[in-house]
């Protein structure tokens, strides 16, 4: 059973920098292929992709946090987004997400396994 765990989020000012991290356990080793992601959510909108990151470590990013966000990943499917340049427009809930395949589709959020969520608040 995979289980991914998040840490990190909190309050920043507008233009300050957040690391948010997304621990995954429960990948047996001879299976460790995956595709992770990133989204966000504000009350009221829909979930909105942010970024993902395939098994080769091609990354997608959505058009909103291009040029800022930066996502990573370790050998122990220790996922990361950096997130530079914060902006009021980018508080939200994030997620990560996983899947147990190469690569990921941008944009979609077709992923089996969540991250519990952590809140994201720039103020101006």
């Known amino acids: 059973q995979v289980q991914l765990v998040q840490y990190g989020g909190g309050s920043v000012e507008s233009g300050g920098s957040l690391t948010l991290s997304c621990q995954a356990s429960?990948?047996?080793?001879?299976?460790?292929?995956?595709?992770m992601g990133w989204f966000r959510q504000t009350p009221g909108k829909e979930r909105e992709w942010v970024g993902l990151?395939?098994?080769?470590?091609?990354k997608t990013y959505g058009e909103p946090v291009k040029g800022r966000f930066v996502i990573s990943k370790n050998k122990a499917h220790r996922l990361y987004l950096q997130m530079n340049n914060l902006d009021p427009e980018d508080t939200a809930t994030y997620y990560c997400a996983a899947e147990s395949r190469s690569y990921c589709s941008p944009g979609s959020s077709d992923f089996t396994y969540w991250g519990q969520g952590t809140q994201v608040t720039v103020s101006s």
């Open positions: 990151i395939n098994n080769d470590e091609t």
């Open positions: 429960g990948y047996s080793l001879a299976s460790a292929t995956s595709c």
